[in-house]
Nanobody
Framework: VQLVESGGGLVQPGGSLRLSCAAS????????MAWFRQAPGKEREFVAS????????FYSDSVKGRFTISRDNAKNTLYLQMSSLKPEDTAAYYC??????????????WGRGTQVTVSS
């Protein structure tokens, strides 16, 4: 399993970013995928998930209405469009599969993540 996140950066409060995750080493098109994030000094937390065909999405309460998860199975790529960003969204963002019936990560392997910093 290889997961490579990109697209992070420094953005002002209220701004937007689009994250990408290039996946390989498993059958992406049949895997429910998710985004997670980890802020300094905090545990990694679930952000959003999307079913294998993109037909169903689920968000944590903290990002609902501001973030949109999507995927392109032809490109084995997962996306996270983030809008109305807040300082509390500052974290390293990671993608992974999602264990069915839970919000836990499916794979033990993690990518290096992509840092999102929201600050004026």
């Amino acid at each position: 399993v290889q997961l490579v996140e990109s697209g992070g950066g420094l953005v002002q409060p209220g701004g937007s970013l689009r994250l990408s995750c290039a996946a390989s080493g498993f059958t992406f098109s049949t895997t429910t995928m998710a985004w997670f994030r980890q802020a300094p000094g905090k545990e990694r937390e679930f952000v959003a998930s999307i079913t294998r065909n993109g037909g169903s999405t689920f968000y944590s309460d903290s990002v609902k209405g501001r973030f949109t998860i999507s995927r392109d199975n032809a490109k084995n790529t997962l996306y996270l469009q983030m809008s109305s960003l807040k300082p509390e969204d500052t974290a390293a963002y990671y993608c992974n599969g999602r264990k069915i019936g839970t919000n836990a990560p499916r794979y033990e392997s993690w990518g290096r993540g992509t840092q999102v910093t929201v600050s004026s």
